[in-house]
T-cell receptor, first 113, second 114 residues
Framework: QQQVKQSPQSLIVQKGGISIINCAYE??????FPWYQQFPGKGPALLIA?????SEKKEGRFTISFNKSAKQFSLHIMDSQPGDSATYFC????????????FGTGTRLKVLA | NAGVMQNPRHLVRRRGQEARLRCSPM?????VYWYRQLPEEGLKFMVY????????ESGMPKERFSAEFPKEGPSILRIQQVVRGDSAAYFC????????????FGPGTRLTVT
């Protein structure tokens, strides 16, 4: 119930293409879903986050789609660029209280020039 | 405005030695979280602390690991009698509002046990 399953494990996309990363969760109490981007040797940095009261959130080339009934959410990177090559982690938590972040296992994205 | 600071960035210890990892949260942040990242794996929650209190240590191994966040000074993650399996990147994160809100991560400490 505390797992967040992330797929694919790795992804190769041509420059200009769309990168799609998917996550699924079990705990229906989760109400905060951030995505983090991590470059080699660096700490994760928040990319975009969504709450379940909306089905989609867009920030620049990055979009989160959220399907509450299916308990799934996904990250779409439009017009993918070589600089987007990094590892992406989804996570889930509960606003308020003391519940911790549960992270997915990560997706290593490589965008070919 | 300095971000989350961690030191050292790299730490090499021999088996059986102690490792001390330090984390200074962002200014104004009173919530600190420690995560461990094994090679090619995701981040695993270890412990959540507020000043002088351990709130959730459900991810901490039962033995050899301890954490503190004193009233003054950085948060410390201590690993006693390190073993090769402790080799990993240890990340600290902080925020001002609690676990459900954005957490800001430090650059991590990469621990290598030889």
């Amino acid at each position: 119930q505390q797992q967040v399953k992330q797929s694919p494990q790795s992804l190769i996309v041509q420059k200009g293409g769309i990168s799609i990363i998917n996550c699924a969760y079990e705990n229906t109490a989760f109400d905060y879903f951030p995505w983090y981007q991590q470059f080699p040797g660096k700490g994760p940095a928040l990319l975009i986050a969504i709450r379940p009261d909306v089905s989609e959130k867009k920030e620049g080339r990055f979009t989160i789609s959220f399907n509450k009934s299916a308990k799934q959410f996904s990250l779409h990177i439009m017009d993918s660029q070589p600089g987007d090559s990094a590892t992406y982690f989804c996570a889930a938590s509960i606003i308020g209280g003391t519940y911790k972040y549960i992270f997915g296992t990560g997706t290593r994205l490589k965008v070919l020039a | 405005n300095a971000g989350v600071m961690q030191n050292p960035r790299h730490l090499v210890r021999r088996r059986g030695q102690e490792a001390r990892l330090r984390c200074s949260p962002m200014k104004g942040h009173s919530h600190v979280y420690w995560y461990r990242q094994l090679p090619e794996e995701g981040l695993k929650f270890m412990v959540y602390l507020q000043k002088e209190n351990i709130i959730d240590e459900s991810g901490m191994p039962k033995e050899r690991f301890s954490a503190e966040f004193p009233k003054e000074g950085p948060s410390i993650l201590r690993i006693q009698q390190v073993v090769r399996g402790d080799s990993a990147a240890y990340f600290c994160a902080s925020n001002s509002a609690g676990p459900g809100y954005e957490q800001y991560f430090g650059p991590g400490t990469r621990l290598t046990v030889t």
